[in-house]
């Protein structure tokens, strides 16, 4: 995991630089980069960085090149990861009186039930009682599929017939919720292609009657560039307050989390790593930094 970023930055700092051959190198990252999954607004951010760091002076010795760039690269990673805003749902929960409401976002493959009986089992774990709303009435396997999910973590998931309204759907999970005094409320929704203008507007619909309190897209973390679209579509029509990575155990490069938090200034907040309910591990910063800059 993380082997492939690791090495391209890796490679870059260990080489020789000199002034003529800095845009040669900078070049060369940026094709590394693309190829490892960041996005070219992503790769263009951090080359830029580079070169803005040394405009103006002298290459010097091998040593001290070498510490000028591990540190930017660092400077770099370490803004782009940082969010406008952290989240932390459990205290988030713990704040509001109401039901804390949670809608999923993301297309079919990623592990978007999956992940939301993960959350379900996570937070069940730390005392809250939960409902899920079946609200993909797009496809009648989808609510097979959550209701299956939610009855191996032991929560009850409110459902209506297929095609039904989906917003209607939400808000029978919340007045349940309300009425049971229930402390989450977990909210699904299609996954059609994010450039069905139908979906936009289904899912548009269900944040005006649901008011979610957190927005979560699930993004594949192998699906590269396809997931950075998918995140900067959703933000676009819907808004994302938070971003959850999957599939992080398989070969994923790295380059996804650091594209997605670019684009979308949100944090990342857990990424799974198996297809266990347990399977989902807050996303440490420092580590994933720590972890693809161990170089020099």
């Not at 051959?21 to 990252?29: E, G, M, T, V, Y």
């Not at 205290?91 to 999923?104: C, R, T």
């Not at 996570?122 to 797009?138: C, N, Q, R, Y």
């Amino acid at each position: 995991m993380l082997e492939k970023l690791k090495n391209t930055f890796s490679s870059f700092v260990k080489k020789t630089l000199t002034e003529k051959k800095l845009d040669d190198a900078i070049n060369d990252l940026k094709l590394l980069l693309l190829s490892n999954d960041v996005a070219i607004d992503t790769a263009d951010e951090i080359c830029n960085r580079i070169v803005e760091s040394f405009k103006g002076e002298q290459i010097g010795r091998l040593k001290s090149t070498q510490k000028k760039l591990f540190e930017t690269l660092k400077d770099t990673i370490t803004e782009i990861l940082t969010p406008e805003e952290e989240i932390d749902l459990i205290a988030e929960i713990k704040k509001k009186s109401e039901p804390y409401v949670i809608l999923f976002l993301g297309v079919n493959g990623t592990g978007k039930t999956t992940t939301m009986a993960k959350i379900a089992y996570f937070l069940k774990k730390h005392g809250f009682s939960i409902v899920a709303a079946a609200a993909d009435t797009f496809r009648a396997a989808a609510i097979e599929q959550l209701s299956y999910h939610m009855e191996n973590v032991g929560i009850r998931v409110i459902k209506h017939e297929y095609k039904s309204d989906p917003a209607s759907v939400a808000y029978d999970a919340i007045e349940h919720a309300k009425a049971k005094n229930i402390n989450v409320v977990l909210i699904d929704t299609a996954g059609r292609q994010v450039t069905d203008k139908n979906l936009m507007i289904e899912i548009q619909k269900i944040c005006r009657i649901a008011q979610p309190d957190c927005r979560i897209f699930v993004g594949d973390s192998l699906a590269g560039n396809d997931a950075l679209f998918q995140a900067k579509e959703f933000k676009k029509h819907v808004g994302i307050d938070a971003n959850i990575l999957t599939k992080f155990d398989a070969d994923a490069k790295g380059g996804a989390a650091l594209s997605i938090s670019f684009e979308t200034k949100k944090p990342i907040i857990f990424l799974g790593t198996g297809q266990n309910y347990e399977n989902l591990d807050p996303f440490n910063r420092d580590l994933f930094i720590t972890n693809i800059l161990e170089i020099i």
